[in-house]
């Protein structure tokens, strides 16, 4: 009899691993890529309001914005004052927060459909920041690429600070309000609480990094890493198994082949990635089996 039980248990709990793993197969279809005149396009974000992509344009000094099904491009601002445009992001009140790399600050719009008007900025304790987070908690987080820095803002004052990082860039909001980070100059990704204290490590050695960009996130903690000079999009489940790749390895232009991709945005089952090497996004459809 207590055989019998064990062999049971056995089976149950073979069978829930099998249903699991069936759950974390990843299906990627490539739709379309974009033809404007984009220049080494870094993160990219969708507006609230779901009808447009906007895109860090950094060698255009500017967010370009594009229909996100044709991926044509729109309109744009910030060209005029913007430097090094590397990232966007954008608060519960519709404010988008650009990290203007180049210009050690991150800038601040009242946005209206494709128009924005600058209202205000971030500077204090950064350089070079290239990856900004707008947390539903009311903090902006900033991180300092140059300045080895991720700084916590609240109306407009520091209030925390994690120091020491290498090239710090993507900020990426977690399920449960921790803040994943993107240290690209370790080529790892840590875990933050929303005091900046480290929780956890995904680490160059386990995932065979090599200049971790920016990420994104599924609903169910799928974890999404541009991997700059692997040339690759790694997909990481939220036990931490490597679930796919995309992309070769090797750089290259055409449907699964990228060269130093920086940006990811995921909408539903809606991906965008930015191929920022052949200065384009590209677009593909997520499902998971």
């Not at 062999?7 to 793993?21: C, E, F, N, Q």
């Not at 800038?107 to 008007?117: E, H, N, Q, S």
């Not at 350089?127 to 987070?133: A, D, N, S, T, Y």
């Not at 065979?208 to 974890?223: E, H, M, P, S």
Request: charged share 25%.
């Amino acid at each position: 009899m207590i055989n019998l039980i064990s062999r049971l248990l056995v089976l149950s709990i073979t069978g829930l691993l099998a249903v699991a793993a069936q759950a974390t197969e990843l299906k990627l279809t490539y739709v379309n890529a974009s033809s404007a005149g984009l220049d080494n396009p870094h993160d990219l974000k969708l507006s609230p309001d779901g009808n447009y992509l906007f895109v860090a344009d950094v060698d255009n000094d500017r967010i370009a914005i594009l229909d996100p099904e044709s991926l044509a491009l729109v309109a744009e601002f910030g060209s005029d004052h913007q430097g090094g445009t590397h990232d966007v992001d954008f608060d519960a009140r519709g404010r988008a927060y650009v990290a203007d790399t180049h210009n050690n600050r991150v800038t601040i719009y009242d946005v209206d459909g494709t128009r924005a008007r600058l209202v205000g900025e971030l500077g204090e304790r950064i350089r070079g920041p290239e990856g900004v987070l707008a947390h539903p908690n009311g903090m902006i987080y900033v991180a300092g690429a140059w300045s080895g820095n991720v700084v916590a803002y609240q109306d407009g004052e520091i209030v925390a600070e994690l120091s020491g990082l290498s090239s710090p860039h993507d900020l990426e909001l977690a399920q449960d309000g921790d803040v994943w980070l993107a240290e690209a100059g370790a080529s790892r990704i840590l875990l933050l609480s929303p005091e900046l204290e480290i929780k956890r490590e995904l680490s160059r050695e386990k995932y065979d990094f090599n200049g971790v960009r920016y990420l994104d996130l599924t609903a169910d903690g799928i974890l999404i890493a541009a991997d700059k000079y692997s040339h690759s999009i790694k997909f990481i489940g939220a036990d931490g198994s490597l679930l796919h790749v995309l992309g070769d390895g090797k750089a290259g232009r055409g449907i699964n082949r990228f060269t130093t991709p920086e940006g990811v945005e995921l909408r539903g089952n809606e991906l965008w990635l930015s191929d920022s090497g052949n200065d384009r996004v590209v677009k593909y459809t997520l499902e998971i089996e």
